[in-house]
């Protein structure tokens, strides 16, 4: 009953700039947290970027100065700048989102989207 897409994936070369979206839908009461992933072939998935419940932002290290996260929660949308990009960044990147579906109990659900490829090559 909860949807997020993802877009703004593509191929880009070293140095180049993407821009990931994601918008969530459905039966949505509140979001508590909403945030990026990605998997690399033959590694573990890991967090990129997010957007904690008190409204605070946290970034992996190897990420820090050159991606940004924003969002805007009238459109329940979260969004991935990405700069200076690196072949490792290649990898599928994954929405998540932490959602109360109804104000009574108070239970929030992890979701995630369906994934968008980002391949950084020569």
Do not use: H
């Amino acid at each position: 009953q909860v949807q997020l897409v993802e877009s703004g994936g593509g191929l880009v070369q070293p140095g180049g700039s993407l821009r990931l979206s994601c918008k969530a839908s459905g039966s949505i009461f509140s979001i508590k947290t909403m945030g990026w992933y990605r998997q690399a072939p033959g590694k573990e998935r890991e967090l990129v970027a997010l957007f904690t419940s008190d409204d605070n932002t946290n970034y992996m290290d190897s990420v820090k100065g050159r991606f940004t996260i924003s969002r805007d929660n009238a459109k329940n949308t979260v969004y991935l700048q990405m700069n200076s990009l690196k072949p490792e960044d290649t990898a599928v990147y994954y929405c998540n989102a932490d959602v109360r579906r109804t104000p009574w109990p108070i239970v929030y659900v992890p979701y995630w989207g369906q994934g968008t490829q980002v391949t950084v090559s020569s």
